[in-house]
């Protein structure tokens, strides 16, 4: 059985910093490529980053880029999101969502190509002005 586990989001003050893992179990984690994706209150859910399964294509919201970082550790089956210089606009649950990929360097943004993969629970984050 298949699951992503979502940890440490939080609360946090403006200008700090939190760093979410997603863990990944029941699947051959070298073939998967992630994304991460958030949803605040009475928004869709959006885009933030992505990571392609050889780790070595990455895409980013423009509202994101140089704050936030994608990586993989595949030794530890985790995926991580680093997030720096956080804002208020930040606050969301922040989903993983993992799917193979017969790409080794594409990266995937759009949520519906996540179909045929797997999402987390999601972990909720909030930034506080």
Wanted: hydrophobic share 30%; proline share 3%.
């Amino acid at each position: 059985q298949v699951q992503l586990a979502e940890s440490g989001g939080g609360l946090v003050q403006a200008g700090g910093s939190l760093r979410l893992s997603c863990a990944a179990s029941g699947l051959t984690f070298s073939r998967y490529a992630v994304g991460w994706f958030r949803q605040a209150p009475g928004k869709e859910r959006e885009f933030v980053a992505a990571l392609s399964k050889s780790g070595s294509g990455t895409h980013y919201a423009d509202s994101v880029k140089g704050r936030f970082t994608i990586s993989r550790d595949n030794s530890k089956n985790t995926w991580y999101l680093q997030m720096n210089s956080l804002e208020p606009e930040d606050t969301a649950v922040y989903y993983c969502a993992a799917r193979t990929s017969p790409i080794f360097s594409y990266a995937y943004t759009d949520p519906n190509d996540y179909g045929t993969g797997y999402w987390g629970q999601g972990t909720q984050v909030t930034v506080s002005s």
